[in-house]
């Protein structure tokens, strides 16, 4: 399956992702970051319940975001196309994060960062990587090498 497949997702910017300006509103970029990251998760071949707890449902291993920014380059308003560009990477046996591009129109408009760590359910302390997680980032850095 090409990497492409799950690490370049398509988005329409809409009314209610605007604020009173008419310009995509600053907290919708890391709404969008994860939304991105769960559809790549996804077509992958990764289902939600693999990764996120349904309630009342208690997962081994929570993967937490520890960290995130954002930077903006261009204003988005209503109507954009965006492309999302994802680049995960493993950092440490527990913990990766993913860089995200979104372009618009030929140009870089933002760029986001998340941050997660591996946290055994039970009692919070820092643990391996799921297997299925382990697999989605060794297939794209093998996909960016190649």
Same mark, same amino acid.
């Given at each position: ?6 690490l370049?997702?398509e988005?329409?910017v809409?009314f209610?992702?605007t604020?009173a300006a008419?310009v995509?509103?600053?907290h919708?970029?890391?709404?969008w970051c ?6 790549s998760l996804? /077509? ?5 319940e693999?990764i996120?707890?349904?309630p !009342?449902q208690?997962?081994a #291993? *929570?993967?937490?975001?520890?960290h995130?920014s954002a930077?903006?380059?261009r ?7 965006v492309?999302v560009?994802?680049q995960p ?5 527990g913990?990766?994060?993913v /860089?995200y591009?979104?372009r ?7 760029m !986001?960062l998340?941050?997660? #760590? *591996?946290?055994?359910?039970a009692?919070r302390?820092r643990?391996?990587l799921p297997l299925a997680?382990?697999?989605?980032l ?9």
């Amino acid at each position: 399956m090409p990497s492409s497949h799950w690490l370049q997702i398509e988005r329409t910017v809409r009314f209610g992702d605007t604020d009173a300006a008419g310009v995509m509103h600053f907290h919708q970029l890391l709404r969008w970051c994860h939304e991105a990251y769960e559809e790549s998760l996804e /077509r992958y071949g990764i289902s939600a319940e693999e990764i996120f707890p349904r309630p !009342g449902q208690l997962l081994a #291993v *929570a993967l937490p975001i520890v960290h995130c920014s954002a930077d903006y380059r261009r204003p988005l308003v209503c109507g954009d196309q965006v492309g999302v560009r994802l680049q995960p990477e493993r950092l440490d046996p527990g913990c990766f994060e993913v /860089r995200y591009t979104f372009r618009s129109d030929g140009h870089d408009v933002a760029m !986001g960062l998340t941050r997660h #760590v *591996a946290i055994t359910a039970a009692d919070r302390r820092r643990c391996p990587l799921p297997l299925a997680i382990q697999r989605w980032l060794e297939a794209t850095s093998l996909s960016a090498a190649g």
